[in-house]
């Protein structure tokens, strides 16, 4: 079972804990509400420690190593060049998981910094039951997303 620790309830009624993971990541974890929906702590742990816990080191060592690769991909596409092996790897050395936010239906989306390669950005990984990404993007981080951060 997937320990959260650091579990706080806030005046929206949203849950923010620490989740350990495998690989030793250690990443903030919020609970989002969507407007009008209330649940109580208690449930709100639950779909939290469902949503988590079928993260294994391997399955995010997939995910992170799939998040490299594509994010490179596009950086070079439509370049005359290609992505060569030090290209990947300088992204990989640098993501570092950050933070997961789990909705009432359980979906996961787990968020990532890389502060050389997306200075002021996160990367948002928005994984399926299967763990497979079904969104990856680049963006300005969330107003939540950085309250749970700083809460590190």
Do not use: K, N, W
Request: without cysteine; aromatic residues 4%.
């Amino acid at each position: 079972m997937i320990e959260l620790s650091d579990i706080d309830l806030d005046d929206d009624g949203e849950l923010s804990a620490v989740v350990a993971l495998p690989g030793d990541r250690h990443a903030a974890v919020l609970f989002a509400l969507d407007d009008g929906e209330q649940f109580d702590a208690a449930e709100m742990l639950a779909i939290m420690q469902r949503a988590l816990a079928s993260l294994t080191g391997e399955a995010l060592d997939r995910l992170e190593d799939e998040i490299v690769h594509e994010l490179v991909d596009s950086d070079f596409e439509g370049d005359a060049d290609s992505p060569e092996a030090a290209d990947y790897e300088l992204l990989a050395d640098e993501l570092e998981l950050q933070g997961a936010i789990v909705s009432s239906d359980a979906t996961l989306v787990l968020v990532y910094e890389a502060p050389t390669q997306y200075p002021t950005l996160s990367i948002y990984a928005e994984l399926d039951d299967a763990l497979e990404i079904e969104v990856l993007s680049v963006a300005e981080p969330d107003e939540d997303d950085e309250e749970v951060e700083q809460g590190d």
